[in-house]
């Protein structure tokens, strides 16, 4: 299994969870010497503890060439794939409308061309394998989130998991997608420096990356095998209520 | 107005303790000429946790953007960073202004994602003091001229209470933007 981006956040957790359940562990991180390296060495380390094989892999999935080896090396150290995560994305936090040039490509180029990149990649495997697509999104695909040109990519990925999971029914692999609501995670730091009062909001409301992770492992399984194209919420229930009882 | 309450000592040390929550380092490698991310290996997440820590600390807010990107939001695009990425003699005539001359790889055509590596925690610090030395005169509430501390971090209005209101940290990269250029006509 591969993990893009899985150092921090939802894909370390998705990674732990995935382990758990028996899953060897392709970790991937995108800069090399920082602290991301250092959070998935000890993401392997804890892994590998569990009794799994783990191992990591630096690569930009902006990138083509870097996808190219970041599937060889899979390929090379665990042998098979059987599920592919897409989680990594990397956005600047400013209106759509302020965006430069060269931060509208780079947007482009992570979060749409690396992740169709990455499926480019994963096919020959995951054929051999009838193996699993999971899109990690988020509710900025769906409702304005303050400086989040993000959701733009998310919502387009959410077609791209749509249309793949007809493409891709003929040779066996399977692809939907889980759309995180307000999860606690590193990039939570960012959206509480945009979201006045966020921390305000009724813990209830926030999801646990755990809670992520344990959607994705469904779907990584074979009980999901009647879903398809779909992209499952997992928000609390933040989206499916204009009503909140006053003080919630 | 420069301020007395919140002393450089304070700042440094809810900026020491805010990276060693952030990054999990050993306080001893923290020296005010220390790079946050050469030295400690820290990435631009982590920026962001260090400055809503400091933010907690001091009640205001750090700037979002870097001075590049308020170059070229004022100028325009192209007017900081050149088609390829990489710094016009313009920006390096700016940041020579702001961290001083001696800074050796600041130099025309440095790549851009090479400077994040010259913040310090020594400009980080004078970063957090400029903000705090943007304490208004008044009270904005009452008008009242006292202001005081409890914590030696948060200041609030002798008389009603109020907390300060300071200037954010964008607002004062523009002000001394605009400051630089009126006396140096760079751009």
């Known amino acids: 299994m591969l993990i893009t981006g899985s150092s921090r956040g939802i894909g370390n957790a998705i990674a732990r969870k995935c382990a758990e359940a028996g899953a060897d562990i392709a970790i991937n991180y995108r800069r090399a010497g920082g602290t991301s390296q250092a959070a998935s060495e000890a993401l392997c380390r804890e892994i590998q503890a569990m009794g799994q094989k783990a191992i990591m892999v630096q690569a930009d999935i902006a990138v083509k060439e870097s996808v190219k080896k970041l599937f060889q090396d899979t390929a090379e150290k665990l042998g098979r794939l059987d599920c592919l995560v897409l989680n990594a994305a990397r956005a600047p936090f400013k209106p759509i409308h302020k965006l430069f040039e060269r931060e509208l490509k780079q947007l482009v180029e992570t979060n749409y061309m690396g992740n169709i990149f990455c499926i480019q990649e994963s096919l020959s495997m995951l054929e051999e394998s009838s193996g699993k697509i999971v899109f990690i999104s988020s509710l900025g695909s769906r409702f304005y989130n303050p400086a989040y040109p993000l959701g733009s990519m998310k919502a387009a990925m959410e077609s791209v998991v749509r249309d793949s999971a007809e493409t891709l029914r003929e040779k066996k692999i399977s692809i939907n997608g889980v759309c995180g609501g307000i999860v606690k995670t590193d990039s939570f730091k960012v959206l509480r420096q945009y979201w006045d009062n966020i921390d305000m909001l009724p813990e209830e409301l926030f999801v646990e990356p755990d809670e992520m992770a344990d959607v994705v492992l469904f779907l990584c399984g074979p009980e999901s095998r009647g879903i398809s194209g779909q992209t499952i919420v997992v928000d609390k229930g933040l989206s499916n209520s204009l009503y909140r009882p006053s003080g919630k | ?187």
Not at chain 2, 47 to 63: C, P, T
Request: glycine fraction near 6%; charged fraction near 25%; charge should be negative.
């Open chain 2, 1 to 187: 107005m420069s301020q007395n309450l919140i002393t450089e000592e304070k700042v440094m040390e809810e900026l020491k303790k805010a990276i060693v929550e952030t990054l999990r380092v050993d306080e001893a490698q923290i020296k005010p000429e220390t790079s946050l991310i050469n030295d400690l290996g820290a990435e631009s997440l982590d920026f962001l946790d260090i400055n809503y820590r400091l933010e907690q600390a001091f009640g205001m807010k750090m700037a979002r953007h870097f001075v590049l990107e308020h170059i070229e939001e004022i100028y325009g695009e192209g007017s900081a960073i050149d088609e390829n990425g990489q710094l016009t003699d313009k920006a390096v005539e700016t940041l020579k202004i702001r961290f001083g001359e001696n800074v050796p790889e600041l130099q025309p055509g440095m790549d851009m994602d090479e400077v994040p590596a010259m913040v310090t925690v020594e400009s980080i610090a004078k970063g957090v003091m400029d903000i705090l030395n943007s304490l208004p005169a008044n009270c904005t509430k009452c008008t009242h001229t006292e202001w005081q501390t409890d914590n030696g971090s948060h200041l609030k209005c002798g008389s009603c209470g109020e907390p300060a209101a300071y200037a954010n940290g964008d607002d004062l990269i523009k002000e001394w933007l605009s400051k630089v250029q009126a006396e140096n006509n760079i751009f």
